[in-house]
């Protein structure tokens, strides 16, 4: 009995932006993960511990987190 081929008919159901693909996507991942061990010396901004922070937050908070930020930048 053959294996059926159509899980590499299938869509992609991702939604990358624009010059994007999966096949980009994969190249970048793999670039990272071979480099796990390394130091990230080619982000300056996270070693300094300038970087912004990046995280989900649920759309009904949204607006309270951007009042506390700007909160925050006034009192700074």
């Given at each position: 009995m053959?294996k059926s081929k ?9 939604v990358?932006?624009?010059?994007w693909d999966?096949q980009?996507?994969?190249?970048i ?7 796990k061990?390394e130091?990230l010396?080619?982000i ?5 511990g300038?970087a912004?922070?990046w995280m ?13 930020i700007a909160?925050r930048?006034?009192?700074a």
């Amino acid at each position: 009995m053959k294996k059926s081929k159509t899980s590499k008919n299938k869509k992609d159901p991702n939604v990358y932006p624009p010059g994007w693909d999966l096949q980009k996507t994969k190249a970048i991942a793999a670039y990272y993960d071979a480099r796990k061990d390394e130091p990230l010396d080619d982000i300056p901004a996270i070693v300094e511990g300038k970087a912004n922070v990046w995280m989900e937050v649920p759309p009904d908070l949204v607006d309270e987190v951007r009042k506390l930020i700007a909160r925050r930048r006034k009192s700074a």
